[in-house]
């Protein structure tokens, strides 16, 4: 997993499928999506152990299922680091 600076996170799955994936259309002004909005919170998101989703400390999370469902971000991989 790789994050980005603009809200991006690049994934590559078990059957090395990449997919780049743009977080912004979910960070809204409510309580629990509204702290992604500061980059370096994002920039903490974890992955569930075996791999089973991400998450960040306040409890919001994605799905693999649903990562994998999602459209591919049209903005290029440039810029995008390796997440600590």
């Not at 960070?27 to 075996?50: G, Q």
Request: aromatic share 14%.
């Amino acid at each position: 997993m790789k994050v980005s600076s603009n809200h991006n996170i690049q994934f590559t799955f078990d059957d090395d499928t990449t997919k780049l994936i743009d977080f912004k259309p979910y960070i809204r002004k409510d309580a629990l999506t509204s702290p992604l909005a500061n980059i370096d919170y994002f920039k903490e998101v974890k992955i569930y152990e075996r791999g089973r989703g991400i998450y960040w400390e306040n409890g919001y999370d994605f799905c693999p299922d649903y990562l994998r469902r999602l459209e591919q971000s049209k903005v290029e991989a440039h810029g995008v680091s390796s997440n600590p």
